[in-house]
T-cell receptor, first 112, second 121 residues
Framework: EIVMTQSPLFLPVTPGEPASISCRSN???????????LDWFLQKPGQSPQLLIF???NRASGVPDRFSGSGSGTDFTLKISRVEAEDVGIYYC?????????FGPGTKVDIK | QVQLVQSGAEVKKPGASVKISCKTS????????VYWVRQAPGQGPEWLAI????????NVAQNFQGRLTVSRDTSTSTLFLELRGLRPHDTAVYYC???????????????WGQGTLITVS
C-alpha cells in the first residue's frame, strides 16, 4: 500500500496571500507512460470532496486558476496564488497509481 | 448538474448488511469507472472499491474482501455497494464517484454523489 503524507496539517491563511500544501508518497506515482497519478481534492464542511487537480498538474473543469498543482515522482505541491475566503476546508491528495488508492491525512485550511 | 444520486441514510444493527445505491446518468454508467469511498466522522476518505464500465473487472480493498460486494444494474444505470457484517466502526458517509482509468491506474474523480450516511448502532 502506498502511504501518503501531507504538510502542514493545519494552515491558517490570510485572504489575498498565497498558500502552499505539500504531499509526499513513499513510492513514485509516475506511471510508465509518464503521468503522475496524483489528484488533489477540497472538501468543504458538509459537502462531498471536489476535484481540484488531476494527474499532478491538470486543473479540473471550473476550478479557478489561482489553484495550481506541481511536482512528480514522490513530491507534489498544491498552490493557491491568492487565497479567498471560500477556499477554506480540508485539502486531500490521493494517489491513483495502484489499488488500494490512498489519501493523505488532509490539510485543514482556515482563515486567520 | 448532479449525475450521481445516492440512496438515503440508514441505521443498521451490528451484524446486519446494507446495500447503497448510486444512480448515474447513462453516459457515466457506460463509459466511466465508478469508485466507492467512505469517510468516518472526523476522518479522511478511505477507498473501498472500484468497478469498470463493462462490469468485467472490479477491485475491492483487501480489508473488505469477503465482506463487500460492488455490482451494477444495467436496466436502471445504477451501481450498488453491499457491506455485510456491519460493525459500529463502519459508521461513515459512503460516496460513489466517477473517474477514468488506464489499466489499474485511475484519476480525475470529478463527479461525486451526495453521500449516504450509514450508522451502525
Amino acid at each position: 500500500e502506498i502511504v501518503m503524507t501531507q504538510s502542514p496539517l493545519f494552515l491558517p491563511v490570510t485572504p489575498g496571500e498565497p498558500a502552499s500544501i505539500s504531499c509526499r508518497s513513499n513510492q513514485s506515482l509516475q506511471h510508465d507512460i509518464g503521468y503522475d497519478y496524483l489528484d488533489w481534492f477540497l472538501q468543504k464542511p458538509g459537502q462531498s470532496p471536489q476535484l481540484l487537480i488531476f494527474l499532478g498538474s491538470n486543473r479540473a473543469s471550473g476550478v479557478p486558476d489561482r489553484f495550481s498543482g506541481s511536482g512528480s515522482g514522490t513530491d507534489f505541491t498544491l498552490k493557491i496564488s491568492r487565497v479567498e475566503a471560500e477556499d477554506v476546508g480540508i485539502y486531500y491528495c490521493m494517489q491513483g497509481l495502484q489499488p488500494p488508492f490512498t489519501f493523505g491525512p488532509g490539510t485543514k485550511v482556515d482563515i486567520k | 448538474q448532479v449525475q450521481l444520486v445516492q440512496s438515503g441514510a440508514e441505521v443498521k444493527k451490528p451484524g446486519a448488511s446494507v446495500k447503497i445505491s448510486c444512480k448515474t446518468s447513462g453516459d457515466i454508467f457506460t463509459k466511466n469507472y465508478v469508485y466507492w469511498v467512505r469517510q468516518a466522522p472526523g476522518q479522511g476518505p478511505e477507498w473501498l472499491a472500484i468497478i469498470d464500465p463493462l462490469d468485467v473487472v472490479s477491485n475491492v480493498a483487501q480489508n473488505f474482501q469477503g465482506r463487500l460486494t460492488v455490482s451494477r444494474d444495467t436496466s436502471t444505470s445504477t451501481l450498488f455497494l453491499e457491506l455485510r457484517g456491519l460493525r459500529p466502526h463502519d459508521t461513515a458517509v459512503y460516496y460513489c464517484a466517477r473517474g477514468y482509468c488506464s489499466r489499474e491506474s485511475c484519476y480525475k474523480f470529478d463527479q461525486w454523489g451526495q453521500g449516504t450516511l450509514i450508522t451502525v448502532s
